[in-house]
């Protein structure tokens, strides 16, 4: 087993497990709520850390089936998952903070002090270049590697 894929597989592991705490989480809020409700970013939390835990399954079947050196499916793995693992924890700690429905909204608010608006869209233009591509080299190296045998 590649690199990659081993690190594909620890962060499924470790993104499912945040899901099912997160879940827990969740739940005692709604157990708690008048309403059956838990705050948005504890909900948005659980539901992304399973969401991620999947792609991260993805992610290494591309790395297994991938005709690229190793360590650029490493790269291509890393940028994605550290990504995918940095927007978790902004939610878990907006979830923690109840600082904000929307992340996005301005002002830029990160518990009780406001962000500069380029952080937030520096971080988000990083999040798509990291994300969007390291699964691009992952799924191209997959499918050169499997449309070509």
């Known amino acids: 087993m590649s690199l990659a894929e081993k690190i594909c597989l620890s962060a499924a ?3 499912f497990m945040t899901g099912l705490i997160t879940g827990i989480w969740k739940y005692r ?3 708690r709520s008048e ?3 838990s705050p948005v970013y504890v909900d948005i939390a659980h539901r992304s850390s399973l969401i991620y835990s999947f792609a991260a399954l993805l992610l290494a079947a591309f790395s297994a089936h991938s005709v690229f050196a190793g360590w650029v499916n490493t790269i291509a793995a890393l940028a994605a998952l550290v990504f995918f693992a940095f927007a978790i924890a902004t939610y878990v700690i907006h979830g923690l903070l109840q600082d904000t429905d929307n992340q996005l909204r301005r002002p830029h608010r ?6 500069p608006a380029w952080v937030t869209g520096l971080f988000m233009t990083l999040l798509i270049v990291g994300e969007v591509g390291g699964a ?4 191209t190296g997959a499918m050169l590697g499997i449309w070509s045998s």
């Open 110 to 115: 990160l518990g009780k002090r406001l962000l």
């Open 35 to 37: 309403d059956a409700t």
């Open 136 to 139: 691009l080299v992952l799924g």
């Open 13 to 15: 592991f470790l993104f």
């Open 29 to 31: 809020h709604m157990a």
